[in-house]
């Protein structure tokens, strides 16, 4: 085996390991983290509208008459079967309860506005499903909740939450990028070098 040979070998190893590095600038970072969520009714997304994955928990409280004194918060809650819902009222935005009016669960408060009131609900196999619940003092202006419950129930990706590929901002990636092209024509010139500088020396 001649030396040209050897070193066009070489040469191809060395230009597969940057072909290589290259992929994987492109390819780091670019995985979407995937997320659930239950695929709420409309008719759940109150004032506030936030929302807790509380599944593993064995209590969650709810703060009734949140944000403007109107909302429940979190507004929508996920948990399993079993777990203890506390809403607790923050005395603020007049008198509320909290009223099941859709769904599996069923439960009902009283009207109160007392700060620091709670109401308590375990849910159960039963109730596995999506659940909309509302204020009825308030339920005009918005005053509305949601309560998912259990694993069999719809869900959507929300593309939030975390994920386990590498994140490299932008910036990184054009420089691996433009890292990348000047190995490639460095190899290049190597090549064209290794191919032909033996031959062209000769024929001098």
């Known amino acids: 085996m001649s030396t040209d040979d050897v070193s066009r070998r070489r040469f191809m190893r060395t230009a597969g390991g940057a072909a290589a590095a290259g992929a994987a600038v492109g390819a780091s970072g670019t995985a979407a983290a995937q997320e659930e969520e239950p695929d709420w009714p409309s008719a759940t997304e109150g004032n506030v509208n936030s ?10 409280t709810v703060s009734v008459g949140a944000g403007d004194g ?29 009223h099941a009016v859709e769904g599996p669960a069923s439960f009902q408060s009283e009207i109160v506005g007392e700060e620091g009131h709670t109401f308590e609900y375990e849910t ?8 909309h619940y509302q204020c009825d003092p308030h339920q005009q202006v918005g005053m509305h909740g ?7 129930i719809p869900t959507v990706d929300t593309g939030g939450g975390e994920s386990n590929a590498v994140f490299i901002p932008d910036a990184a990636k054009a420089l691996g990028v433009a890292t990348f092209i ?7 010139l190597a090549f064209f070098f290794i191919s032909y500088g033996g031959d062209g020396g000769a024929a001098q």
């Open 51 to 60: 929302y807790q994955d509380a599944r593993g928990q064995d209590e969650v």
């Open 70 to 98: 109107l909302a429940f918060d979190p507004t929508k809650i996920w948990v399993d079967p079993g777990t203890t819902i506390v809403w607790e009222w923050t005395g603020a935005g007049g008198d509320h309860n909290v």
């Open 124 to 131: 159960s196999e039963e109730d596995v499903g999506i659940t």
């Open 146 to 152: 949601g309560l998912a419950v259990g694993s069999d």
């Open 182 to 188: 000047a190995m490639v024509a460095t190899l290049g």
